[in-house]
């Protein structure tokens, strides 16, 4: 079994789940695209991943601002509305029949090309749109025992040749972190910046704790999560400093706790980070107090 931040129990109802795409469904095993998209050509595409409770999108705005920007980055002019992108996810659920410990991903590729190139200016179609959601609850073995990091040596990207805060179709770098951190043994990779820095991981955001304050990466060489954004915000509302900035595997490793966070699986608290324990060997007392509020912020988003 993956064991991970995106470790999900099994559910067979998602070897028949509906896929839609370009505004039709087909059955899991009938989903195709053509050899030409762009995204398959060259990963010229951006996209979001966002979990459904109660029916409800949790934190959907937030997730199509992003959506919107990453867009606008790239050049990709949408074809559809915020609001007819929500309908057509609704569409989704409600063909599957959904509502409860659900996975979106909504794709948005620039089209399909005339000859595999980079040029988009070869784009023949409009872009093409995909919204794949699955049945995911996860498993609390992660959540419970803790993830181990390993320091990868691929390091996050300058912004002046691909934006870290891009949530493009390209993810090659965050793969060769993930496979190195796998044949190191460990669980997930922690990634460094351009300076050494520590950035994030290869698909989450990090913290850690020092005393009663939260440290996390100044956000100019990672993906800036939601549910990184909202772990910052309770601490504001709730009194909890919380540092943007830089610092080093130093730090780190005399850490008294450290957790990561991600859309999936929230608050993931991690026990070794290059074969050197970190806390206790579990969720420490802040990782559980910010886990619960982060879970109080979820519960108003379901109201």
């Not at 469904?25 to 979001?48: H, M, N, P, Q, T």
Request: with cysteine.
């Amino acid at each position: 079994m993956v064991k991970g931040t995106h470790q999900a129990l099994h559910d067979a109802r998602n070897e028949t789940v509906k896929i839609f795409i370009n505004g039709e469904f087909f059955v899991r095993e009938e989903a195709k695209i053509s050899v030409f998209d762009s995204g398959y050509l060259v990963g010229d595409g951006v996209w979001e991943a966002f979990r459904v409770h109660g029916g409800k999108l949790l934190f959907i705005d937030q997730h199509l601002d992003r959506l919107w920007q990453s867009a606008k980055v790239i050049g990709i002019k949408l074809p559809f509305s915020r609001e007819e992108l929500i309908k057509n996810i609704h569409n989704t659920l409600e063909v599957n029949g959904m509502k409860d410990h659900v996975h979106v991903r909504a794709m948005i590729t620039r089209g399909i090309k005339k000859t595999p190139s980079q040029d988009p200016r070869l784009t023949i179609s409009g872009p093409n749109l995909v919204i794949i959601a699955e049945y995911k609850e996860a498993d609390g073995e992660s959540k419970n025992q803790g993830i181990s990091l390993f320091t990868s040596a691929i390091r996050r990207g300058s912004p002046d040749y691909l934006d870290p805060r891009l949530n493009c179709h390209s993810k090659l770098h965050e793969v060769q972190a993930l496979i190195q951190a796998i044949e190191a043994g460990a669980d997930e990779a922690l990634m460094l910046d351009i300076n050494g820095f520590v950035s994030t991981c290869n698909a989450t955001n990090f913290f850690m704790v020092k005393g009663d304050e939260v440290w996390t990466s100044t956000g100019a060489y990672c993906m800036n999560g939601i549910t990184r954004g909202n772990v910052i915000k309770v601490c504001a509302q709730n009194g909890i400093v919380c540092h943007q900035k830089n610092f080093s595997l130093f730090d780190v490793y005399g850490a008294d706790e450290a957790f990561v966070t991600g859309t999936f699986g929230g608050l993931t608290p991690v026990v070794k980070i290059d074969g050197k324990p970190i806390g206790n060997g579990g969720s420490g007392p802040v990782t559980t107090s910010l886990r619960q509020l982060y879970e109080g912020l979820v519960a108003q988003q379901l109201k």
